[in-house]
Nanobody, 120 residues
Framework: QVQMVESGGGLVQAGGSLRLSCVASGPILSIGRMGWYRQAPGKQRELVAETTSDGGANYADSVKGRFTISRDNAKRTVYLQMNGLKPEDTAVYYC??????????????WGEGTQVTVSS
């Protein structure tokens, strides 16, 4: 049915860059807030960045100045450009989205995650 599919993860050296993508698909009219979260082994999932329908954005302090979130509503896609990657950025990155089903109904959806590994 409605699902989020992430891509773009991989292995990079410290200082490198990656661009993550997440596409929302299924019987939805549009998408509202979309965000990127990450979870490292033994740690709780944390918010990395989020964006609203009009392009507003919010970032975790740890990634400000290095990561940029953006969206393409026509493609129902959210991106996360990650520059200046650090070993502490290593985690599984998850996409989350609020999807509009009709005028009053919205649903949450999480992607399955994409691994980002930054070597030192």
């Amino acid at each position: 049915q409605v699902q989020m599919v992430e891509s773009g993860g991989g292995l990079v050296q410290a200082g490198g860059s990656l661009r993550l993508s997440c596409v929302a698909s299924g019987p939805i009219l549009s998408i509202g807030r979309m965000g990127w979260y990450r979870q490292a082994p033994g740690k709780q999932r944390e918010l990395v960045a989020e964006t609203t329908s009009d392009g507003g954005a919010n970032y975790a302090d740890s990634v400000k100045g290095r990561f940029t979130i953006s969206r393409d509503n026509a493609k129902r896609t959210v991106y996360l450009q990650m520059n200046g990657l650090k070993p502490e950025d290593t985690a599984v990155y998850y996409c989350q989205a609020y999807c509009r089903l009709d005028g009053t109904n919205w649903i949450h959806r999480w992607g399955e995650g994409t691994q980002v590994t930054v070597s030192s």
